[in-house]
């Protein structure tokens, strides 16, 4: 066996050799992974994490191959001649840009795993939402816009506001929420001066607070799955200056088994009987509007950015991304077999939340210190004191990032908004001397 991995983020918090070796929680400790490993990296990623980027020999893949960006174009050829020199059994992505390469690239070489048509309704926003609505699920008013015109009767007809997002757009980029009609001429403007498309979607403004369900699939089965509440507006990435916090619900929230369900139910919509998508993990967004109703966002077939696989740990004591790596690579989960409960789920173990901050423009002066406290799971900044960075591009694009645990979601408030607070108070950007290094971090 040998794997291909299309790794488009930051490089020391996926240590795939070890997690394929057997060395993580849960695991069984080591047994080293026979294979080949090769992996097609982003330097933009990396570099934007803060972190060095790997020289030839500061990795243990058996081949790294670095790309400015994995939208390089040359990418998908390159890929696929390393799979065939490499006799590549099984290929791997996390991000969310990536998933339809890899399932195109398992398609064209008769792989395991997701091909281009079970990938297809978690990417595609607008039959994502038509396979949910068909299965009874409510998802809000939208369309797909030819033209200019068409999105301008579609924000009379359901009237203003309005979300002009891309239809495989990620990470809120390009997102806009749209309220007054003078910047919907603006946007329109600017969207269509080219013409004629079909890769936006333009859908009615939904108000409630934004859940979100994660979860692991085993062989078409959900082993693990929870739901947490976001405090703060994804969409606000660039003018927030604030601690974001995002939290689980209590396992007696009225809210838990019905946002539970929902996933469940959109699953099943979305992958018809002989889905090749078997494994995998899942990342819910589901509007709570102030009526109590649940409205489905969009799903993606993969684990959620900014911590959310860290939150998973801390739950139910395995990392989302440690998972998946060695289900696509054919490798058992030991820590899913045989720790389920009556329902065949694991249970959590606590609550869990994160806290983050995003970057903002400007020379980092300070940043804080490194909590020390036993419930804070993991802290990670993304910048240097004396560096000079740029603003948020994209809604995982942080600042400083926290995961903390409580025995309680209000104790679990209580601790991350504390901690946001000390986060805040201990950085410090200030404005450039000129304005030729901030136009580099651009």
């Known amino acids: 066996m040998s794997v291909l991995i299309l790794h488009r983020n930051a490089f020391a918090a996926f240590p795939y050799r070890r997690w394929l070796d057997g060395d993580a929680p849960g695991l069984d400790g080591g047994t080293p992974y026979a294979g080949d490993i090769v992996v097609l990296a982003a330097r933009d990623k990396i570099e934007l994490a803060g972190e060095e980027v790997p020289g030839e ?13 994995l939208d390089d174009e040359a990418v998908p ?12 059994t099984h290929v791997i992505a996390h991000h969310e840009a990536d998933v339809v390469l890899a399932a195109r690239l398992r398609e064209r070489l008769g792989l395991d795993g997701a091909w281009s048509a079970d990938i297809t309704p978690f990417r595609d926003k607008a039959l994502m939402k038509r396979l949910a609505r068909r299965a009874g699920i409510e998802v809000a008013p ?7 015109a068409q999105a301008r009767d579609f924000a009379g007809l359901h009237s203003l506001p309005v979300v002009l997002k891309d239809r495989a757009g990620y990470n809120s980029i390009g997102l806009r929420i749209i309220a007054e009609r003078d910047e919907l001429e603006l946007r329109l403007a600017e969207a269509y001066q080219d013409g004629a498309r079909d890769d936006l979607l333009i859908e009615s403004y939904v108000p409630g607070r934004m859940c ?5 699939v085993v062989d078409g089965r959900t082993v693990a799955a929870w739901p947490s509440q976001y405090q703060y507006d994804l969409a606000s990435f660039g003018a927030d200056p604030g601690p974001r916090v995002d939290l689980t619900l209590d396992v007696d929230d009225p809210l838990t088994p019905r946002l539970l369900a929902l996933a469940e139910e959109t699953l099943v919509a979305l992958k018809p009987e002989g889905s090749r998508l078997r494994t995998h993990a899942f990342h819910a967004e589901v509007f709570h509007t102030p009526d109590d109703r649940l409205v489905l966002c969009e799903i ?10 860290e939150v998973f740990e801390t739950l139910f004591g395995i990392q989302l991304a440690v998972q998946v790596t060695r ?14 409960d009556d329902a065949g789920r694991l249970r959590p173990r606590c609550m869990s939340g994160q806290v983050l901050t995003m970057k903002r423009p400007g020379l980092v002066r300070s940043l804080p210190a490194v909590p020390d406290e036993d419930w804070v799971k993991g802290f990670w900044l993304f910048a240097e004191e004396g560096q000079v960075i740029a603003p948020a ?16 979601r209000t ?31 651009r």
Do not use: N, Q
Not at 77 to 88: H, I, K, P, Q, T
């Open 411 to 441: 104790e679990c408030e209580r601790r991350l908004r504390a901690l946001g607070a000390r986060v805040i108070a201990g950085t410090t950007i200030v404005a450039p001397t000129g304005t030729s290094a901030l136009a580099e971090a």
């Open 77 to 88: 050829a390159r890929a696929l001649a390393l799979a065939e020199e490499y006799g590549v």
């Open 212 to 216: 979100h369900v994660d979860g692991l």
């Open 300 to 309: 993606a077939g993969r684990s959620g950015g900014a911590k959310i696989r």
């Open 393 to 408: 591009a994209g809604s995982a694009d942080f600042l400083t990032a926290a995961v903390g645990s409580a025995p309680t």
């Open 142 to 148: 939208h369309a797909v816009p030819a033209t200019a």
């Open 327 to 340: 289900a696509e690579a054919g490798l058992p989960l030991p820590a899913v077999e045989g720790a389920a």
């Open 57 to 69: 020999r500061d990795h243990d893949v058996t081949r790294l191959e670095l790309f400015d960006t």
